[in-house]
């Protein structure tokens, strides 16, 4: 069924197949068998009205195009089924967001840097009082393993029965980035120290080493990284102990993050 226009929403779709039995010399029917291959029955949605959306379209109605696919010896004897019928709806439409349901995951020494939908929203057709239920389009549940490059991947949208979305898939594209690891030297600053008290830390820097996507290898710099100490932490600690090195915040994409040495004296 072609021409569908936006707007309509098909709620029972017609068959997807027409069964039909013939009648021909065994070696033409040999031949339908073995290598014949058939084209699909198209229908033009404007050339059929029906009553009150309802649209019955008779066998008859198609039938030489069927024999224009048979061998001119061959006898139509049946078409199954011998009616074609569909009912649509006439409905509004809204623009709602695409969420993408499944899991993808890389191959070692990847990740995948981002996920993006496009498009990122759909028009979203429906009957009257249906379209109100519909807030998300979600797309049909996919599972991408091991994925060593950038992937880009049609996926359909589940329709609800009776709604329709235009278009019916979107483009999702998971870009890959390779790990590599990068170590950079962060001072320790001292935080909520009184007025004449100062920190000294042994060292005063320490090495943070971590992994990081190859396309951000030199955006990431010491600056990113902060660790803060502050003087009543120091305070609770007393001065015959280490202080455990803790970074207070981590840039993203940024893991596997190691500091050395883990503890630093202080006075």
């Known amino acids: 069924l072609k021409g569908v226009p936006n707007n309509v929403v098909i709620t029972s779709e017609p068959p997807s197949e027409l069964h ?32 009150d959306n309802h649209v019955r379209i008779y066998s008859s109605q198609f039938e030489k195009r069927l024999l224009n696919q048979l061998n001119v010896s061959t006898k139509l004897l049946s078409v199954k089924p011998d009616t074609l019928e569909y009912i649509y709806s ?10 993408f349901q499944g899991t993808v995951s890389a191959g070692r020494q990847y990740y995948i840097s981002d996920t993006v939908c496009k498009p990122d929203s759909v028009l979203a057709y429906a009957p009257e009082g249906a379209l109100d239920t519909i807030t998300v389009a979600y797309t049909r549940k996919v599972k991408f393993e091991d994925i060593s490059d950038t992937l880009r991947q049609q996926v359909p949208l589940l329709a609800p029965r009776g709604i329709k979305f235009v278009p019916a898939s979107v483009e999702m594209v998971f870009p890959v980035d390779i ?10 600053r001292g935080v909520n120290f009184p007025a004449g008290k100062v920190l000294r830390a042994f060292p ?24 803060n ?34 503890q630093v004296d202080f006075l």
């Open 20 to 51: 039909i039995r013939v009648k021909d010399k065994g070696t033409v029917l040999l031949n339908y068998m073995l290598g014949k291959s058939f084209f699909p029955i198209t229908l033009d949605f404007s050339d059929y009205k029906g009553t």
């Open 179 to 188: 790990y590599t690891e990068k170590t950079v030297e962060v001072p320790l």
């Open 229 to 262: 100490v502050s003087y009543e932490e120091l305070l609770k600690l007393g001065s015959d102990k280490k202080y455990t090195v803790k970074l207070k915040s981590v840039p993203k994409g940024v893991n596997q993050i190691r500091i050395n040495p883990e």
């Open 204 to 227: 005063s820097k320490v090495s943070v080493t971590f992994q990081v996507g190859l396309s951000r290898f030199n955006k990431i710099t010491e600056s990113d990284f902060h660790i």
């Open 90 to 99: 006439t409905g509004a439409s809204k623009l709602v967001p695409v969420k």
